[in-house]
């Protein structure tokens, strides 16, 4: 059978499977950078469900560019933090996430921040020590 | 007799695993060896300039290492009080989890030095075990300016199991801070204070903002972390999400019924208006946030109606002389204009010094930062901020309400924490 864009049924059939077949640009969860740095995190252990379940997921999340970063050059990787300072206890791997901006990147900015992108969860390791459990892959920053 | 495959298969799998058997208890038994000189520097190193993540780790292996780490971080250590903070916070800390009583006197050392900068990080290494002669100490850093010190402190109390300490600790509940507030209500409660539990339930219905930062969801989520581990292994299972808005049907809902149940009735104890979740229609237009390592933290606001807020969550309100607020936004906007697109000075540090600004209509507010290591920089703060930071010193009322900690004597803690981070000021 030849396909014909005459017969407006069999168009609108297959379209129809064309755009559920196709990869969805997916809308972004908004994600609360408050929930991720709550949780009781330890070494090794699984981190909770909800937090797991984020894996993988189109993102839109708002924080501050960590200030021991802070410089006058344009950044393509910085830490996103809840606040400007961690002042009252030590900072722990789950207190931030690790921002790579793709294909873009930015002044530093002192000011909040929006950024959408692709989260990723789970322990990195480098040379034995865990260096993130939350990383995003953002392609925009507002 | 020649066995089937499988059996033969199954047969070698018993023997390995009665080999690996056999050879557990040897090797549980046998003692690691020692780690090299080489590898204890490559830990300090990470420990002392690694990512943030990386240093805990890195310090937390040196205590596994024990004596030989303690030895090294003792001669690194030096003897100035310079040398020692140069090791850095995180190697500060591990010095309370060696057994090692040079490395606990220079730890204590530290702890009494108003000037060492390190002083939080030294409070959280005596709380990971305090000793029981040095309770009084504990309970003076209760006091401590630094909100982070006086945190670490309740940490220490608890370890000590020191109950005997519980009027000192309820003094705690009124503290400024309310990360503080919060470890109090906890301490207590575990203690036996069941109506501490109000000031962690308060915060659940926390919305407040400072600027662009939600600081009423922080303290929602710490307070639940700490109140639903109290719950837990109780009847009392209560459904509660932080990120819920408080004014939202099921926040509103879950918190009459947490109420119910820690307290018996739908409404908690009087706790004092500063712990109070309170959200006033601040309208903030000018803002200083100061975070000094050694003079510790204020949060200022000012509107355009000559109105000074001090503090988070239920803000001090400061009634001004009339004109100050025109006087201080067009000062402000002077000075910004001048510093044009820059937003910052200095270097990354421990210390900042933010000066906070949204006019009318901004959706976000502009941040200028001064920021620095723990050693004083002359000149950092640019000549566009030293009139404004003056004029905003000057600002400040000299008489305040005792009954709130956060306007005490705040003329005077202002003006020396902005003396410590940008330098002298102006005039």
Same mark, same amino acid.
């Given at each position: ?74 950044? =393509?990787?910085?830490?996103l933090?809840?606040? =400007? ?12 996430v ?20 692709? &989260? ?7 040379? !034995? ?14 | ?5 499988a059996?033969?298969?199954?047969? *070698? ?67 100035t ?89 309820? =003094? ?16 207590? =409660? ?19 903002s ?5 600081? !009423? ?8 972390t700490f109140?639903?581990?109290? %719950? ?18 099921q ?34 237009v ?53 510093? !044009? ?14 000066? &906070? ?18 050693? *004083?920089v ?29 306007t ?12 410590? %981070? ?6």
């Open positions: 059978m030849r396909f014909s864009a005459a017969n407006p049924a069999l168009s609108a059939l297959l379209v129809s499977a064309a755009l559920v077949a196709a990869p969805r640009d997916e809308d972004p969860v908004e994600v609360d950078i408050a929930k991720l740095v709550a949780i009781t995190y330890e070494q090794g252990k699984p981190l909770p469900k909800e937090i797991q379940e984020l894996d993988g997921k189109k993102v839109v999340i708002r924080g501050f560019m960590d200030p021991a970063q802070q410089t006058p050059d344009r950044v =393509s990787a910085f830490r933090v809840t606040d =400007s300072c961690g002042c009252i206890g030590k900072p722990q791997v789950n207190h931030y690790e921002v790579t901006l793709s294909g873009i990147d930015s002044e530093f900015r002192t000011n909040m921040v929006e950024l959408e992108g692709v &989260l990723s969860v789970g322990e990195v390791e480098e040379d !034995g020590f865990v260096t993130s459990i939350y990383r995003l892959e953002a392609t925009a920053i507002r | 007799m020649k066995l089937p495959l059996a033969r298969a199954a047969l *070698a799998w018993l023997a390995c695993l009665g080999a690996v058997l056999a050879l557990l208890p040897a090797a549980l038994a046998a003692p690691q060896d020692p780690p090299s000189s080489e590898q204890i520097d490559q830990w300090i190193e990470h420990a002392r300039g690694g990512k943030p993540a990386v240093r805990p780790q890195a310090a937390q292996r040196l205590v596994r290492a024990g004596a030989p780490a303690a030895a090294r971080l003792l001669a690194l250590a030096g003897s009080s310079k040398e020692c903070a140069a090791l850095g916070p995180d190697l500060i800390e591990s010095f309370g989890a060696f057994e090692s009583e040079p490395l606990r006197a220079k730890l204590l050392e530290a702890l009494r030095d108003p000037d060492f900068p390190w002083r939080p990080a030294a409070a959280r290494g005596l709380a990971a075990k305090p000793k029981p002669a040095e309770r009084a100490l504990v309970l003076a850093l209760l006091e401590d300016p630094l909100a982070a010190v006086r945190a670490a402190a309740i940490d220490a109390l608890r370890a000590l199991g020191e109950k005997e300490a519980r009027d000192v600790l309820a =003094s705690r509940l009124a503290d400024e801070d309310d990360r503080v507030r919060r470890r109090a209500a906890a301490l207590l =409660s575990d203690w036996g204070d069941r109506t501490s539990l109000a000031w962690l339930l308060e915060d659940l219905a926390r919305s407040d400072f600027f662009d930062r939600a600081t !009423g969801q922080m303290a929602r989520y710490e307070a639940w109140l639903k581990t109290r %719950l837990e292994g109780t009847s009392r299972s209560i459904a509660f999400q932080p990120q819920w808005a408080p004014s939202e049907v926040a509103v809902d879950a918190r009459g019924a947490l109420a119910q149940a820690l307290f018996s009735t739908a409404k908690s104890p009087s706790i004092p208006p500063l712990a109070r979740a309170a959200q006033p229609a601040i309208d903030e000018l803002g200083l946030e100061l975070r000094s390592c050694r003079k510790g933290e204020f949060f200022l606001r000012w509107n355009s109606r000559d109105e000074l807020w001090v503090g988070l969550g239920n803000a001090a309100r400061l009634p001004l002389a009339p004109g100050t607020s025109e006087k201080l936004l067009a000062a402000a906007d002077a000075a910004f204009r001048k510093l !044009g697109a820059e937003r910052f000075f200095g270097e990354p540090g421990c210390d900042l010094e933010d000066y &906070l600004w949204r006019p009318a209509g901004s959706p976000r507010a502009e941040v200028f930062r001064l920021s620095k290591g723990p050693q *004083a002359q000149g950092l703060r640019p000549a566009a901020l030293q009139e404004l930071a003056r004029l905003l010193v000057a600002s400040l009322p000299t008489e305040t309400d005792a009954s709130d900690p956060r005490v004597e705040l003329a005077r803690r202002v003006r020396e924490a902005l003396i410590a %981070l940008g330098g002298e000021l102006a005039g």
